[in-house]
């Protein structure tokens, strides 16, 4: 069955500092890789997106992500954090029948 | 450009109490749409999805349902509400065949007391 795991729950990084979330997914074809932020009380916003091509894809706000499909990963990376970049970031994948299939998030908490 | 809306934003409702959600989306046409919730401190659940009107996909057995009146309207209903329902509820929606990229409203804080 598709499944998509983020190893850590909660991330606290200094602003200035760079920044990686880690995904890795469960599916056995080409994956479609999502990235979305959830700031808090509010909806999900689409961060970047991987069907196919380039394997590094740049996203909004200044975000990357790298697909390794030796590794069923999909880390989120970004070279400079700032401090509206704390929230919940959760990486999903496209499961077959109109479904998305999300991770479990990683609250992201920025140092002054 | 196309826009979600949801509303109530928040609802305060006892329990055995009716729920009805909405949401809207405007500037496209047939898209799919979505009902997430989620719990606190978890990820998202998928509720019902519809490709059409009238055509609902349940994933969760529950007390739950949804409805597709019209092409971009998709409500969320319940005829008694349970503690357990108590979430936050997106509302998503998705260009048909556009390889699951979808986009979500701004969500409702439902809590049952």
């Known amino acids: 069955a598709q499944s998509v795991t983020q190893p850590d729950i909660h991330i606290t990084v200094s602003e200035g500092a760079s920044l990686e979330l880690r995904c890795n997914y469960s599916?056995?074809?080409?994956?479609?890789l999502f990235w979305y932020v959830q700031s808090p009380g509010q909806g999900l916003q689409l961060l970047l997106k991987?069907?196919?091509?380039?394997?590094l894809v740049q996203g909004i706000k200044g975000f990357e992500a790298e697909f390794k499909r030796s590794q069923s990963s999909f880390n989120l990376r970004k070279p400079s954090v700032h401090w509206s970049d704390a929230a919940e970031y959760f990486c999903?994948?496209?499961?077959?029948?109109?479904?998305?299939?999300f991770g479990a998030g990683t609250r992201l908490a920025v140092h002054p | 450009s196309q826009t979600i809306h949801q509303w109530p934003a928040t609802l305060v409702q006892p329990v055995g109490s009716p729920l009805s959600l909405e949401c809207t989306v405007e500037?496209?046409?047939?898209?799919?749409l979505y009902w997430y919730r989620q719990a606190a401190g978890r990820g998202l659940q998928l509720l019902f999805y519809?490709?059409?009107?009238?055509?609902i996909s349940s994933e969760v057995p529950q007390n739950l349902s949804a409805s597709r009146p019209q092409d971009r309207q998709f409500i969320l209903s319940s005829k008694k509400l349970l503690l357990s329902d108590s979430g936050f509820y997106l509302c998503?929606?998705?260009?048909?065949?556009?390889?699951?990229?979808?986009?979500f409203g701004p969500g409702t804080r439902l809590t049952v007391t």
């Open positions: 998503a929606w998705e260009l048909a065949g556009s390889s699951y990229e979808q986009y």
């Open positions: 599916y056995g074809a080409t994956p479609y």
């Open positions: 991987y069907f196919s091509g380039d394997t």
């Open positions: 999903a994948v496209g499961a077959g029948y109109n479904k998305l299939i």
């Open positions: 500037g496209t046409s047939n898209p799919n």
């Open positions: 519809s490709v059409g009107i009238g055509q």
